[in-house]
């Protein structure tokens, strides 16, 4: 499988970011994947946003959830982010990841080429 | 939350040499869930090592990582010029995973 992320490059202050993975391969209903968003600020380290299991289950990072919402589309070949309320801070290249039961609980095997997304006015 | 520290930050070494990362949970990893990811300039992350010791598919065998509970080592036994780049470790042993902040091998 392959994962693509697409969505606007910009985004004003306080408004919405949205973002969607396409998977070449495969759907997101699988029980054996778990889809996940990543983000990486220029020059910094990585952040596990949250996921979407093949059953539907979500999980999001404390530090983000009141601000962020993960689904599924009904297509089956998508899964989507959306942050809300964005400041500069959420600047950052944001990755699609599948986490892979098959190598334990889920270590992220596949990842989008990411989608470099900048908050600004 | 986990917190993951990687250590060292930086690590300066030749081609050839042997490199040891250090990533140290601040609770155990029960499970021992616990992966290694290489990224480069430019690119996505890699997975290089997941559940502590097993190496990816495609994965040469220089790499190799080790541990248990709170303490977790990734060692690349002898630095091809391709292995400089940034390493990160993460713990998936439950629902809120976490990174470290990464240990950067540079070219000395």
């Known amino acids: 499988v392959q994962l693509q992320e697409s969505g606007p490059g910009v985004v004003k202050p306080s408004q919405t970011l949205s973002l969607t993975c396409t998977l070449s391969g495969g759907t997101i209903t699988s029980v054996t994947y778990y889809w996940s968003w990543v983000r990486q600020p220029a020059g910094q380290g990585l952040e596990w946003i949250g996921h979407i299991s093949g059953t539907g289950r979500i999980n999001y990072n404390p530090s983000l959830e009141s601000r962020v919402t993960i689904s599924g589309d009904t297509s089956k070949r998508h899964f989507s982010l959306k942050l809300t309320s964005v400041t500069a801070a959420d600047t950052a290249v944001y990755y699609c990841?599948?986490?892979?039961?098959?190598?334990?609980?889920?270590?992220?095997?596949?990842w989008g080429q990411g989608a470099m997304v900048t908050v600004s006015s | 939350e986990i917190v993951l520290t990687q250590s060292p930050g930086t690590l300066s070494l030749s081609p050839g040499d042997r490199a040891t990362l250090s990533c140290r949970a601040s609770?155990?990893?029960?499970?021992?869930?616990l992966a290694w990811y290489q990224q480069k300039p430019g690119q996505s992350p890699r997975l290089l090592i997941y559940?502590?010791?097993s190496r990816a598919t495609g994965i040469p065998d220089r790499f190799s990582g080790s541990g248990s509970g709170t303490d977790f080592t990734l060692t690349i036994s002898r630095l091809e010029p391709e292995d400089f780049a940034v390493y990160y470790c993460q713990q998936y042993d439950n629902s809120v995973k976490t990174f470290g902040q990464g240990t950067k091998v540079e070219i000395k």
């Open positions: 559940g502590a010791s």
């Open positions: 990841v599948r986490g892979n039961y098959v190598l334990g609980r889920g270590a992220f095997d596949v």
């Open positions: 609770q155990s990893l029960t499970s021992g869930f």
